[in-house]
């Protein structure tokens, strides 16, 4: 049974948080990406409201938000697996972070926290 009813076992990973190094390097990339382009966006669309032209502010704006387009479809993760087939979200990500980058869980470890209410939810690992 290994680690199977553990409430940190995710698909054969251990999602339990060790450190906060060791929680941003197992973070996804993509998601990363993603955010650091919004964030940049939301910038550019704040320093737009210096503009005192309203037609000057609206094509700006709209430049703003076809880079931001631009940009996010151009950002790639190679392990990258569409959850049920389609849609931005990867099958490997868990919250925030990638299951690709988590220790497997081999074995019911010192940490073993069983889960309230165990249900088959093991896909087989990954
Ligand atoms: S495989 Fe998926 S979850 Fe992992 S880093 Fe790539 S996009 Fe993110
Ligand atoms: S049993 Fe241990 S290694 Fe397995 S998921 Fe739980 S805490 Fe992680």
């Keep these: ?18 450190s906060p190094e060791q929680s941003a390097a197992v973070r996804c990339h993509l998601l990363e990406a993603r955010r650091a382009v919004g964030a940049a966006t939301l910038d550019r669309l704040d320093r737009l409201k210096k503009l005192a032209d309203p037609g000057d502010r609206e094509v700006a704006r709209r430049h703003v938000i076809q880079k931001n387009l631009n940009e996010i479809t151009k950002l790639s ?50």
């Design 77 to 126: 993760c190679p392990r990258y697996v569409p959850r049920e087939g389609r849609g931005p979200v990867c099958q490997h990500q868990h919250l925030v972070s990638c299951l690709l980058l988590l220790p497997r869980c081999t074995q019911r470890c010192e940490h073993f926290m069983a889960r309230r209410e165990y249900k088959a939810i093991d896909q087989g690992g990954t």
């Design 1 to 18: 049974m290994g680690g199977k009813r553990c409430t940190y076992y995710t698909r054969g990973r251990c999602t339990r948080t060790v």
